[in-house]
């Protein structure tokens, strides 16, 4: 079964979750160092693979039926996100939400220092 990493609105918590179904919880934990992380137009979280410069986010990692990604998960989220692989903290990949390239058209504020979508949103 396909892992996927979240580290928005469908977290515990969140008021998307409802979107992962029944999937199990399997790890929180964080990105590798790898990532900046933005806040797209206020409303939804952004993750950019910059390599040398980035940061760990953190997130949950689900594991899901490939029906639950295709039919529930994937066609909920927005269109300046794409699916992608992304590194984690121990070194191994999940499928994650990145920011759709060029990113550059849409209003985003880099959240990176904040290190999670929580942190962003208990700002205020």
Same mark, same amino acid.
């Given at each position: 079964m396909?892992r996927?990493?979240?580290n928005?609105?469908?977290?515990?918590?969140?008021?998307?979750?409802?979107?992962?179904?029944?999937?199990?919880?399997?790890?929180?934990?964080?990105?590798?160092?790898?990532?900046?992380?933005?806040?797209?137009?206020?409303?939804?979280?952004?993750l950019?693979?910059?390599?040398?410069?980035?940061?760990?986010?953190?997130?949950e990692v689900?594991e899901?039926?490939?029906?639950?990604? =295709?039919?529930?998960?994937?066609?909920?989220?927005?269109?300046g996100? /794409? @699916? %992608?692989?992304i590194?984690?903290?121990d070194?191994? +990949?999940?499928?994650?939400?990145?920011?759709? =390239?060029p990113?550059?058209?849409?209003?985003?504020?880099?959240?990176? /220092? @904040? %290190?999670?979508?929580?942190?962003?949103?208990?700002? +205020?």
């Open positions: 396909p996927m990493f979240l928005g609105t469908a977290m515990r918590g969140g008021e998307l979750h409802h979107l992962v179904g029944d999937s199990e919880l399997i790890a929180e934990t964080t990105t590798a160092p790898r990532y900046r992380f933005y806040a797209v137009e206020g409303a939804y979280p952004g950019v693979d910059v390599g040398e410069g980035g940061a760990a986010i953190a997130g689900y899901m039926t490939y029906e639950q990604l =295709r039919e529930v998960l994937l066609p909920s989220e927005p269109a996100l /794409e @699916l %992608g692989v590194e984690l903290a070194g191994s +990949g999940s499928l994650a939400m990145v920011l759709r =390239r990113h550059t058209e849409l209003p985003t504020e880099d959240i990176t /220092e @904040l %290190g999670s979508w929580r942190a962003y949103r208990a700002r +205020g």
